[in-house]
């Protein structure tokens, strides 16, 4: 069975900093699909960005980025320039090619200091 | 594109009673999602249906719980005899076939069993 583990509870970051979350994945499969989604107090979950195993580049939306590591099974979270909006919690999540279901992890709260 | 909604947002139910919620996904996506979340933690997977039909089921999806897609569209989500541990955030996600399966979650159906 796939597990995704996110080993910090909680991060804190000044405004305009830049603060990477940590998360390692457990799968036999080699094609699959991860994830970081964003859940805001309260508010609903939005997909903040997505890797293919496949591909080797490293993703990048705006002022967020990934580290994917497939050999070591990491996929951290970099954001940059952080903003007050951006406090929330932080699940990743993992998708095999041929399945369905997500599956995540325990997730990590961050807070924004101004 | 109105996203997904889910209905109604909140419950507050009696132990031993049924509860029903109602997910409307993306309207051209075939495929939707039931999760489960508890307090703190990521959301579990319960069952998928792609059209009308029902996919997979989670082994957490025990026999008092029962979800159904009847035309393909809406769907809904059923626990009978509820216990307090049911008490959870129920999020309901819809997807593209192919479309990298990036599942768009609704806001959740907050269910407290007193």
């Known amino acids: 069975a796939q597990t995704v583990t996110q080993s910090q509870p909680e991060m804190s970051v000044q405004e305009a900093e830049t603060v990477t979350l940590s998360c390692t994945y457990d799968t036999s499969e080699s094609d699959y699909y991860l994830f970081w989604y964003k859940q805001p107090p309260s508010r609903q979950m939005i997909l903040v960005i997505r890797?293919?195993?496949?591909?080797?580049q490293n993703a990048t939306e705006n002022r967020f980025s990934v580290n994917f590591q497939k050999a070591a099974k990491s996929f951290s979270l970099k954001i940059s320039d952080s903003q007050l909006g951006d406090a929330a919690m932080y699940f990743c999540a993992y998708n095999p090619n041929a399945g369905n279901m997500l599956t995540f992890g325990g997730g990590t709260r961050l807070m924004v200091k101004p | 594109d109105t996203g997904v909604s889910q209905n109604p947002r909140h419950k507050i139910t009696k132990r031993g009673q049924n509860v029903t919620f109602r997910c409307d996904p993306i309207s051209e996506h075939n495929r939707l999602y039931w999760y489960r979340q508890t307090l703190g933690q990521g959301p579990e997977f319960l069952t998928y249906?792609?059209?009308?039909?029902?996919?997979?089921k989670s082994r957490l999806l025990s026999d008092r719980f029962s979800a159904e897609r009847p035309k393909g569209s809406f769907s809904t989500l059923e626990i009978q005899r509820t216990e307090q541990g049911d008490s959870a955030m129920y999020l309901c996600?819809?997807?593209?076939?192919?479309?990298?399966?990036?599942?768009?979650f609704g806001p959740g159906t907050r269910l407290t069993v007193l």
């Open positions: 249906f792609q059209n009308e039909a029902q996919l997979e």
């Open positions: 890797q293919e195993a496949y591909k080797q």
């Open positions: 996600a819809s997807s593209l076939v192919g479309a990298y399966n990036e599942q768009f």
